[in-house]
């Protein structure tokens, strides 16, 4: 089973601290998907966040009914298991929102290959568990 971690953050500042390497975030009021380093600022939007470095993988839920507002977690890149390449909608798709350039070319090609990692979670139930798959999220340069 995979050593899934805490987040280990418990605000925007802690959480813009976090050593990453590059982030990936879903604000569904400014200009709907983003890549890259974190605002200073909490997007007024937010709903989830993945990050990554050469290291570690980070999964981030924003909901001001959680405590302290977002929950998250935390897995080694090595136990996280071979990364799945999966499409990069495009804007022109109908399906998702996201600034221009961020993710394809000029000609509408994938800039970026997203990857992702789907991790294994046991979750207990009175006497019984449950494993649960949780999804984190890794960009690359260069489209597939």
């Known amino acids: 089973m995979n050593q899934i971690k805490p987040l280990g953050a418990s605000s925007w500042d802690e959480l813009v601290q976090l050593k990453a390497d590059g982030w990936l975030w879903l604000d569904m009021e400014e200009g709907g998907l983003h890549h890259g380093r974190l605002p200073a600022t909490r997007p007024a939007q937010l709903s989830h966040l993945w990050g990554w470095s050469a290291t570690e993988l980070v999964r981030v839920r924003v909901d001001g009914s959680l405590p302290g507002g977002m929950v998250g977690a935390r897995v080694a890149a090595a136990e996280a298991g071979a990364p799945q390449d999966v499409a990069v909608w495009g804007n022109d798709s109908g399906k998702i929102r996201m600034p221009g350039s961020a993710f394809h070319d000029n000609s509408g090609a994938p800039a970026v290959t997203l990857q992702q990692h789907v991790v294994a979670v046991a979750s207990q ?7 649960v798959p949780l999804t984190f999220y890794r960009l690359v340069a260069g489209g597939q």
């Not at 139930?125 to 494993?131: E, F, I, L, P, Y």
Request: avoid cysteine; proline fraction near 0%; charged fraction near 15%.
């Open 125 to 131: 139930h009175g006497s019984g568990s449950t494993r």
